[in-house]
Every structure is written in structure tokens, then in C-alpha cells.
């Protein structure tokens, strides 16, 4: 159709639709109970700063079964969501926040806090529907293999954005300088004069107390 790519994806045994998953907007809660929705990019972290996320998934009453050539009765379904963050293409860290069993008809929810100091510059979030265990399939295209993925998708954050961030570090004064005058500062700038030809990222570094 003119330059336009249509590209199908061939799974090898029967997979849930998007229709038969309700999932809800990934929400960003604060101190206060505010919530607000997750974008693509979040404005005015730092690690200092700990993130509570929220969402919903909910099943079809109905029509899983069928749509997986399953017995109603044969088989059990989880909620897996992992978190992944890190720089490049792929996370460079990743742990599950999330793994609760689901029955058609029935919600989940997710609830967590992420600590800052475990993030560095993204957030992906992958939340997947998988097979936990089967006994009987009606179908010779259903999924019999525990663990296997029957929907998924994703959402990826930007914490930082694409430019350097200015060098800083969070830590405790009384234990990194003391017995220092700096020990009860609020800020320490360090800085090697000596080093002007060193790139500016390698030469000067904010602390935080």
C-alpha cells in the first residue's frame, strides 16, 4: 500500500488480544496521594527523589479460555511486571516489581515505590500476562509451556533527558567529610583547578549533604 510497512507478527501458539486485557495508564502517585499520569519523559527528578507507581490490569470474563484454545478450568494465568533502568537501547538493571496471579474476570493491582537511587537516566516498565500452569488444551495451536507470554507491553520513561546532567552526588556530610568543617554544610562543591584541559563531568562534582 505505497510505502507504507504493514509488518504481522506470527506467535507460535494463540496469544490474548488487547480487547481481552483491560490495563489502565501507568499513574505516577506523590506524598500527598496526588496522582498524575506517567509521560514519556518526567520532569524534575533526581535520585533523591523516590517514585510510587500505580496501574490496574483486569481480564475478560469470558472469552480467555476460548481465545487461548484452553479449558476453562485447566489452566492458571500471572501478572509479571518488570522494571528495567538503565542507559542504551536495553536496561542495564532489571528486577520484578510485581508477580500475582489473575483469573479471568479478576483485576490486579500494582503498587510500588521505586527508590531513587536504584534509577539512572529511564524507567521501562513491562507488564506481561503469562502462563503459570496447564493441564488440557483443546486446541494443537494453544500454549502449553509455563512461563509463555500472552500479552505484553511496555512503557518507557525518560528520567534525565538527552543532555549530560550536571555531576552530583547525594550523601551523608558527617560520614563522607568527618571530622571536616564541611561535615555540616548543606552543599560542597569539588572542583580541581589543576585539571582545566579534564572534561567538565570529570573535574567538578556537586555533593548534597
Known sequence: RGNRLVKHIAFPFLTLDDSMVNNSAWCLLDDEGSMSGLSDYLAGWDYARDLRISRRISLAEDQIGAALGLHEDAFALEVVVRLGTGPGSMPRRNWIIEQAAIRPGESALVDHVVTGNRLSQ??????????????????????????????????????????????????????????????RALWYLHWKPGHLHRDFGGSVRLFLN
Open 122 to 183: 529511564r524507567i521501562r516498565l513491562e507488564t506481561s500476562i503469562v502462563l503459570s500452569s496447564v493441564t488440557a488444551g483443546k486446541s494443537r495451536f494453544a500454549p502449553w509451556r509455563q512461563g509463555s507470554i500472552l500479552w505484553r507491553d511496555e512503557v518507557d520513561v525518560n528520567l534525565e533527558g538527552d543532555s549530560p546532567r550536571f555531576p552530583m552526588e547525594v550523601v551523608s556530610f558527617r560520614e563522607r567529610f568527618a571530622g571536616r568543617p564541611e561535615s
